[in-house]
């Protein structure tokens, strides 16, 4: 069973513009949240993360949402440039720090 | 630049040869991962060691082993790669509660 689901395979925006990912889960146990950032040929690059106690951590053009009782959280990117473009990894960990990855969605930032 | 360095980048084997990807860090971690990701789908969890200590993800298939002789080094062996073995490794590395480092990954070919 999926635990982590990130339900767009890909998402198009228009350079300058809001790029939103979003990312469920299920196990109500995850209590830190995290975005990679992968580039091809080239490993994952950790992002930004958010506890569970907060419901927002921004970082520059990059602001993660936790929404604790819909079990949701989302990356906002503004504005999205084109070296934006890549995979998004969302990700959560309970105790231990052992991750569960959702499948990822590819940004492409159209300039 | 301190980092995490996969070998080799990319590795053909076999159907039942056995096999050895290795990782290396420069950032004196204490926990080191190794993450298997099959096309379009998330990493997934194989095992991980803190410091000395070998722990193994409950799923995860006897042929598949892992060493790690030192701080700096972790190799994962597969004994008798079968087709579905398949895919990109990850290693990654991390200290205890804070986000995870990763290698570029190696690409793993069974002919």
């Known amino acids: 069973d999926q635990q982590v689901k990130q339900n767009s395979p890909s998402l198009s925006v228009q350079e300058g513009r809001i790029s939103i990912l979003n990312c469920d889960y299920t196990?109500?146990?995850?209590?830190?949240f995290l975005w990679y950032k992968k580039y091809p040929a080239e490993g994952p690059t950790f992002l930004i993360s958010i506890s569970s106690i907060k419901d927002k951590n921004e970082d520059g053009r990059f602001t993660v949402f936790l929404n604790k009782s819909a079990k949701h959280l989302s990356l906002h990117i503004v504005p999205s440039q084109p070296g934006d473009s890549a995979v998004y990894f969302c990700a959560a960990s309970g105790y231990g720090n052992k991750l569960v990855f959702g499948a990822g969605t590819i940004l492409r930032v159209k300039s | 630049d301190a980092m995490v360095i996969q070998n080799p980048r990319y590795q053909v084997t076999q159907f039942g040869k056995p096999v050895t990807l290795s990782c290396s860090q420069t950032l004196n971690h204490n926990v080191m991962y190794w993450y298997q990701q099959k096309s379009s789908q998330a990493p997934k969890l194989l095992f991980h060691y803190y410091d000395k200590d070998f722990n193994n993800e409950a799923d995860t298939p006897d042929n598949f082993q892992s060493r790690r002789p030192n701080t700096s080094f972790c190799f994962l062996d597969i004994r008798s790669p079968g087709l579905g073995d398949a895919a990109m490794y990850l290693c990654?590395?991390?200290?205890?509660?804070?986000?995870?480092?990763f290698g570029d990954g190696t690409r793993l070919s069974i002919l």
């Open positions: 196990n109500s146990m995850f209590d830190y």
């Open positions: 990654a590395t991390s200290r205890p509660d804070q986000p995870q480092h």
